[in-house]
């Protein structure tokens, strides 16, 4: 019953961490302009990993695809493909995890295999979100490098990343922050971990127990000092009135009848 509870809650924090992996792939909102001293705030810039896009006055959104794929950084590509991955290897164990539920009889299958297939799919989901962390890392790593190098003042040298003192400038060229999308990746992939990690306890609870009993009938061998009885008449000792005699008066070849 715990291994059954077990493989069920493993499942649905992993199918809720696939769903939001792959939320946050879809999403726009990776990397948001920072507005902290820009005086119009409601004019500003988005992007995630497969547009960008420009919120005007008026509450409307405009977006535009990413048109190249060699001309992006290959940071970018390594995201890109990172979540695709993960979002592949989250399907694919999802799938096994499903026919490998105890409380779904599918046929003749045994215990023991559907415990080999709760394996697999928890570290399917493991790996998923592995992938899907480091690639929300990788792109965080990307936002955190640029926004130390465009946060510069022309007037007093730099406040974050430039040389010289401090002061309240404006940068020469847009900053950007983590989105929306990077905290929804971050913990989708956790979930899929600890889904992952939980059914591959679940495993253990699956697996039949390998010092059991034989449960076969007891052989004794024979005594050698057993006694058998006959159920008939007792045997009639022959005694020597019993001999056959030859006519030569002699003795017969057969001595016994």
Excluded at 59 to 81: H, N, V
Excluded at 195 to 206: D, E, K, P, Q, Y
């Amino acid at each position: 019953m715990a291994a059954t509870m077990l493989q069920v809650l493993g499942f649905m924090l992993s199918g809720i961490g696939l769903f939001q992996i792959g939320a946050a792939t879809l999403m726009d909102v990776w990397a948001i302009q920072d507005r902290a001293f820009v005086v119009v705030t409601s004019t500003y810039n988005y992007y995630g990993l497969w547009r960008e896009c420009t919120t005007a006055g008026t509450g409307l959104d405009s977006c535009r695809p990413f048109f190249t794929i060699l001309g992006l950084p290959g940071l970018f590509q390594a995201t890109r493909a990172l979540m695709i991955v993960g979002i592949v290897m989250g399907v694919i164990g999802a799938f096994i995890a499903i026919f490998a539920l105890k409380c779904i009889r599918m046929g003749n299958m045994e215990n023991n295999v559907k415990a080999t297939m709760t394996l697999s799919s928890g570290v399917l989901f493991v790996l998923s979100g592995i992938c899907a962390i480091a690639g929300v890392s990788i792109f965080a790593n990307l936002i955190v490098v640029n926004f130390n190098f465009t946060t510069y003042s022309p007037e007093l040298g730099g406040m974050f990343g430039g040389v010289g003192g401090g002061g309240f400038g404006s940068p020469i060229t847009p900053r950007y922050t983590f989105g929306s999308a990077l905290f929804v990746g971050w913990c989708g992939g956790a979930l899929l971990v600890i889904g992952g990690i939980i059914m591959s306890l679940a495993c253990r609870g699956m697996m039949p127990e390998q010092n059991e009993p034989y449960k076969g009938a007891n052989y004794r061998a024979p005594s050698h000092s057993a006694v058998y009885k006959s159920e008939g008449r007792p045997r009639t000792n022959y005694n020597d009135s019993y001999r056959a005699h030859s006519t030569t008066g002699g003795q017969s070849k057969f001595d016994y009848v």
